[in-house]
């Protein structure tokens, strides 16, 4: 192979271009992870390394095309210099730019073969175009491919677990792969069936077994390739590459992916690698062949390298002819559209996720008779985790949206009850303030979330590395397009068709009653949006900033903020939501209300206590004393009896009741009526018609 040197003009700039595009996807790591970094240049590596065996990492490539001639560059190098020279990634090299999206990722295999790999474990991004798409893809590769813990129907591994390389002095690696586990909740689970993932602690019996049989075939090493990360929300179950080598014997190094952390050790000093993402890091680790151990490992920078020929010219190819198609301008945005991920799509609302949401409620609504609800019953959800870059201010082409949503995932629509919605909204915002892929960028709805009360963490959802809120705690609905939220109202979520699957955090949406794909690709649908009724213009009026429909409460939210949003929540009109909606409170209908809308709730007065149910309520409107009986319809014998409480364990319901102010007056927290409806789901069919008379436990 050849190294170039110079660049035409028009090459040089083709490249530019596709590097730009490269690195519009964000970097920043989910969470923080402290661990050392030893980073250097290619000037300080030995200028010979004969008797040596360098094995190169990348991870997390993303689609960054133009940098794989790099790469290549950096394998000629070394090897010239007389090692002998292993090239590896560990996964996610299919998505993040259209350079590889509008191959549904095989262009990212062409590329590979070029720049001359030998090795690649899977990533969770290698199944987003489907579990058939990949194999079709890698039947093209040159590469081995290896991943131990993604099983088939059989239980067999879909791909070698293992792979023994052995160099020509004789030095015996052995290489296994495994996949994070998240793949089966960050993946649309209509793409992926008849595969299963191993997780939990059957990820390090998986490993062991791997590590005990390439030792037993004689390996000098074991190394893992791995796409598990070191990201803070795969800590509960034990997801980490660090959990993993804390569990297992005998892992000489892992050469890690996933978080894109730029780390050369674990915080307690593990043998981990990982190198960030987009190659803005290589990966180095410099093996001895006579000693048969690690002498150094490290990552190095770009700087000072050139670009292979070969890999350079079938990247750039490629390059130009997406460019040639996406480069077209379709509109101007007067301001900057937030892509992070941490602060951003991840932890909170933003403009990008109000301009997306509100799209996809468009592209549905724009046909006459395709939802079956009210249009005030019909909003929108996206997860935060498929926002995968910012576009900046100024002219927007298709490239940038496609590289905003590089997925291909098409706009749905699921009906469910405000229960399963408000279920949904608790589930994925489980990990908040910390960041998680299934944050809810929304439209339509109005909702406080209070990060200060920790997540009810009931089961595991089938088949998910997330679990269901045992109870409702953190997430209070405000409004729902302005009007009272209702939790036995059925609304129409337009969402895209990962989220409808059950994907990320939303399996409330994969039980839904009815459920639809419209087909319309979710860039498009954005792109014609913003051409139609934007007028191909996204204004600092409208977008400037987030819309406020999420009141975030965390420790260092200011008194007054929360008394806003409590208020909002208890406000008897518009915006009174979550709390049971004291219109339909059969508790608190004044006497004539409740006279006249007699015969509509015999069903509830079926249900009434017997006293009851021979009475009518005649209490003042403005009184909060119990409903005496109706002379001329029952003996004074039959009248209602006065409530009185009877212990501290228990509360009887008087007229002017809501759960709302039951739970304020027992618990000192008008927010617990949750907690009060959970208590007594045998007694309350509905958490908008309690009854008076009914004795609710409180503890």
Same mark, same amino acid.
């Given at each position: 192979m050849k190294t170039i040197t110079k660049m035409t003009r028009s090459i040089a700039s083709a490249l530019a271009i596709a590097i730009f595009f490269a690195l519009s996807v964000p970097t920043l790591n989910l969470a923080a992870y402290d661990a050392p970094a030893d980073v250097r240049t290619i000037a300080d590596i030995p200028a010979d390394l004969t008797g040596k065996t360098v094995v190169l990492q990348t991870n997390d490539v993303h689609g960054a095309l133009g940098r794989y001639a790099y790469v290549a560059s950096l394998k000629q190098n070394l090897a010239a210099r007389g090692a002998e020279v292993i090239l590896v990634d560990s996964g996610d090299f299919s998505q993040g730019t259209p350079y590889v999206s509008t191959s549904m990722g095989a262009t990212a295999v062409t590329v590979m073969n070029a720049a001359g790999y030998d090795i690649a474990t899977l990533g969770n991004h290698e199944f987003d175009y489907g579990y058939a798409q990949l194999a079709a893809n890698l039947t093209q590769a040159k590469f081995k491919v290896i991943c131990a813990n993604v099983l088939d129907a059989n239980g067999n591994p879909i791909y070698d677990p293992n792979y023994m390389y052995v160099t020509k002095s004789g030095l015996k690696l052995g290489f296994f792969g495994m996949e994070t586990p998240e793949t089966q909740t960050k993946v649309n689970p209509g793409l992926i069936k008849g595969i299963s993932f191993l997780s939990k602690s059957d990820i390090y019996k998986c490993a062991q077994d791997q590590t005990d049989a390439l030792k037993s075939q004689g390996a000098d090493?074991?190394?893992?390739?791995?796409?598990?990360?070191?990201?803070?929300?795969?800590?509960?179950?034990?997801?980490?590459?660090?959990?993993?080598?804390?569990?297992?014997?005998?892992?000489?190094?892992?050469?890690?992916?996933?978080?894109?952390?730029?780390?050369?050790?674990?915080?307690?000093?593990?043998?981990?690698?990982?190198?960030?993402?987009?190659?803005?890091?290589?990966?180095?680790?410099?093996?001895?062949?006579a000693s048969k151990a690690i002498e150094d490992k490290f990552l190095i920078t770009l700087d000072g390298l050139q670009p292979e020929v070969t890999s350079f010219n079938v990247a750039n190819d490629i390059i130009k002819k997406v460019d040639n198609e996406y480069s077209v301008v379709f509109a101007k945005s007067e301001v900057l559209l937030d892509g992070n991920k941490a602060p951003g799509n991840r932890t909170q609302e933003t403009n990008l996720g109000d301009l997306i949401a509100d799209a996809l409620i468009w592209s549905v609504l724009r046909t006459d008779g395709g939802i079956t609800v009210p249009e005030d019953h019909v909003v929108a959800i996206t997860n935060g985790g498929g926002i995968r870059a910012t576009i900046k201010?100024?002219?927007?082409?298709?490239?940038?949206?496609?590289?905003?949503?590089?997925?291909?995932?098409?706009?749905?629509?699921?009906?469910?009850?405000?229960?399963?919605?408000?279920?949904?909204?608790?589930?994925?915002?489980?990990?908040?303030p910390e960041a998680v892929g299934g944050y809810p960028q929304t439209s339509g709805i109005k909702f406080m979330l209070d990060t200060t009360v920790p997540y009810a963490q009931g089961a595991a959802y089938p088949k998910s590395t997330y679990y269901a809120p045992s109870k409702i705690n953190r997430v209070t609905i405000q409004s729902i397009n302005g009007q009272p939220f209702n939790m036995n109202d059925t609304y129409a979520v337009v969402t895209n068709n990962f989220c409808a699957a059950g994907g990320d955090t939303y399996y409330a949406f994969a039980n839904a009653s009815s459920?639809?794909?419209?087909?319309?690709?979710?860039?498009?649908?954005?792109?014609?949006?913003?051409?139609?009724?934007?007028?191909?213009?996204?204004?600092?009026?409208?977008?400037?900033?987030?819309?406020?429909?999420?009141?975030?409460?965390?420790?260092?939210?200011? #008194?007054?903020?929360?008394?806003?949003?409590?208020?909002?929540?208890?406000?008897?009109?518009?915006? #009174?939501?979550?709390?049971?909606?004291?219109?339909?409170?059969?508790?608190? %209908?004044?006497?004539?209300? %409740?006279?006249?809308?007699?015969?509509?709730? %015999?069903?509830?007065?079926?249900?009434?206590?017997?006293?009851?149910?021979?009475?009518?309520?005649?209490?003042?409107?403005?009184?909060?004393?119990?409903?005496?009986?109706?002379?001329?319809?029952?003996?004074?014998?039959?009248?209602?009896?006065?409530?009185?409480?009877?212990?501290?364990?228990?509360?009887?319901?008087?007229?002017?009741?809501?759960?709302?102010?039951?739970?304020?007056?027992?618990?000192?927290?008008?927010?617990?009526?949750?907690?009060?409806?959970?208590?007594?789901?045998?007694?309350?069919?509905?958490?908008?018609?309690?009854?008076?008379?009914?004795?609710?436990?409180?503890?």
């Open positions: 090493l074991v190394l893992c390739l791995g796409h598990l990360g070191v990201d803070e929300e795969s800590a509960a179950d034990g997801h980490r590459s660090v959990d993993m080598y804390a569990k297992t014997k005998g892992i000489d190094l892992i050469l890690d992916g996933h978080s894109h952390t730029v780390m050369t050790a674990g915080a307690k000093n593990e043998p981990i690698l990982s190198t960030g993402t987009k190659v803005e890091n290589i990966g180095v680790v410099i093996i001895d062949d201010a100024g002219n927007v082409t298709k490239a940038d949206l496609n590289t905003v949503l590089p997925f291909g995932n098409t706009v749905a629509v699921v009906y469910v009850k405000g229960s399963e919605l408000l279920e949904a909204l608790e589930a994925s915002t489980f990990a908040a459920q639809f794909d419209t087909g319309i690709v979710m860039d498009e649908a954005v792109m014609e949006y913003v051409k139609q009724i934007l007028d191909g213009n996204i204004t600092a009026a409208q977008y400037g900033k987030p819309r406020g429909d999420q009141t975030i409460i965390t420790s260092a939210t200011d #008194a007054s903020t929360i008394a806003d949003a409590k208020a909002a929540v208890q406000a008897g009109s518009g915006e #009174a939501a979550a709390a049971p909606a004291k219109e339909e409170a059969k508790a608190e %209908a004044p006497a004539a209300e %409740a006279k006249a809308e007699e015969p509509a709730k %015999a069903e509830e007065k079926a249900e009434a206590p017997a006293a009851e149910a021979k009475a009518e309520e005649k209490a003042d409107a403005t009184s909060e004393k119990p409903a005496e009986a109706a002379t001329e319809t029952a003996p004074a014998a039959e009248t209602a009896p006065e409530q009185t409480q009877p212990s501290a364990d228990t509360y009887v319901v008087v007229s002017g009741d809501n759960l709302w102010k039951i739970a304020a007056t027992v618990y000192g927290d008008g927010n617990k009526w949750k907690d009060l409806y959970e208590l007594n789901k045998d007694v309350i069919k509905d958490a908008n018609n309690i009854l008076v008379g009914q004795e609710l436990k409180t503890k």
